[in-house]
Nanobody, 118 residues
Framework: QVKLVESGGAWVQPGDSLRLSCSAS?????????MAWYRQAPGKERELVAR?????????ADFVKGRFTISRDNPRTRNNVALQMNNLKPEDTAVYYC?????????WGQGTQVTVSS
């Protein structure tokens, strides 16, 4: 019904910036209540990084405030979301997942690997 595809993951050095993108497709890829980014590091639980609500509200985890910004790649539609990550730290290393929430369900992307290492 809904397919989420992330892109932009890479290996970067501490202090670098990276932009992740996520686009939703499928017959029900609209009307999302929110779109968000989660991440999961090895041996750890998946955690919320940032959420963009359909009314424009944005929520961030404390560990990314001031460094990461969630937005839309295409502000004309609501089936995409981007995450601008600045001043990356080694502890930001994780698989980053796109998530979309709607009345008809919750959806996850396959994830994109971000590695921060010197």
């Amino acid at each position: 019904q809904v397919k989420l595809v992330e892109s932009g993951g890479a290996w970067v050095q501490p202090g670098d910036s990276l932009r992740l993108s996520c686009s939703a497709s499928g017959p029900r890829a609209s009307g999302f209540w929110s779109m968000a980014w989660y991440r999961q590091a090895p041996g750890k639980e998946r955690e919320l990084v940032a959420r963009l609500v359909t009314n424009g509200d944005k929520n961030y985890a404390d560990f990314v405030k001031g460094r990461f910004t969630i937005s839309r790649d295409n502000p004309r539609t609501r089936n995409n979301v981007a995450l601008q990550m600045n001043n990356l730290k080694p502890e930001d290393t994780a698989v980053y997942y796109c998530h979309a929430s709607a009345q008809h369900g919750n959806y996850w992307g396959q994830g994109t690997q971000v590695t921060v290492s010197s």
